[in-house]
């Protein structure tokens, strides 16, 4: 049995915390909200798949120095949060915990060397979903594979990250670990980039992108400028430009009903991964020495949208629940 720290009790804090408990692993949660904690101690997590209720009872921490030292760490707080859990993570953590991210977007890793050594930190990305339902439940809405690789690549994989993989797949999600993440992050933020910003400046849902032609050409103008930039920096993602845009496509029909995170955290007044998304691919532009408007247009617009102003065109918009994507 392996000690596992989930940081963050969302939707995926509650998928992963559920089911590595029934897999028979110590799971600790970090909160860093005394109100919140003691409910979830209070009254445990909920996780529903499909039909089926699954309980768990992991304990919940606000003070990290009450953690024993664990073997693994998942983050799994929005991107923008990753500054905050710096000093708590500093106190997690061993010299010997392995730091798994599975956050959005590009950048998030180099804030959480701030607190681990870099060679114990993992970056991921996971096609699984779940929607917040309330503080204690969430239901599981769609899976599929998870794949982890080292902050900085390499040539061969440690023992600690195969034995982490092979947690994850006891608990019935299907993992691997490759020597270079950076394709899969990256082809995961083409992805996002088509849709979050879009939906967050217009109040659609993910599959009424594709019913308007002025959107459709937004995603098509937005990721083919990152796929240029992507290209002109050496990234290889193993598809051609048509190959992305049938992929966002795809993603749309099938998330048709779903609010994006950054739709939610928009219509909830709270700050957006938008820096990490959109702004991930200006500063590689930038690194590079070329132009990418569209995206900077994008990362700006978002940036805009002020609270206040925000909470005025909310009340002309339908009531959509806080879920997760």
Known sequence: MSHIVVVGPGAL???FSVRLSKAGQRVSIFDYRPDRAEY?????LKLL???????????VFVDPTEIDAPDFV???VKAHQTEGVVRELKAICSEQTLVVSLQNGIGAGEILKKAVDEKNIFLGTTTHGANKISWNQARHAGAGPTVLGPLMPQERLSERIDRFVQILCDAGFE?????????????????NI??????????????????????LRLQEMVLKEAFTVLCASGVDLGMDLDGCMALVKQVCEATGENVSSMLQDRLNCRETEIDFMTGAVLNKAREIGIEAPINEMFTNLIRFNSKTKWQQFRKRLPEYPDNAL
């Open 13 to 15: 804090g509650i998928l």
């Open 40 to 44: 979830l101690n209070e009254f445990g």
């Open 49 to 59: 798949e499909g039909q089926e209720e699954v309980w768990a009872n992991p304990v």
């Open 74 to 76: 998942m983050v799994l």
């Open 175 to 191: 993992t691997k670990a490759v020597c270079d993440i950076y394709p899969h992050l990256w082809k995961k933020l083409l992805i």
């Open 194 to 215: 088509a849709i979050n910003p879009l939906t967050a400046l217009t109040g659609l849902k993910n599959g009424m992108l594709l019913e308007h032609v002025q959107t």
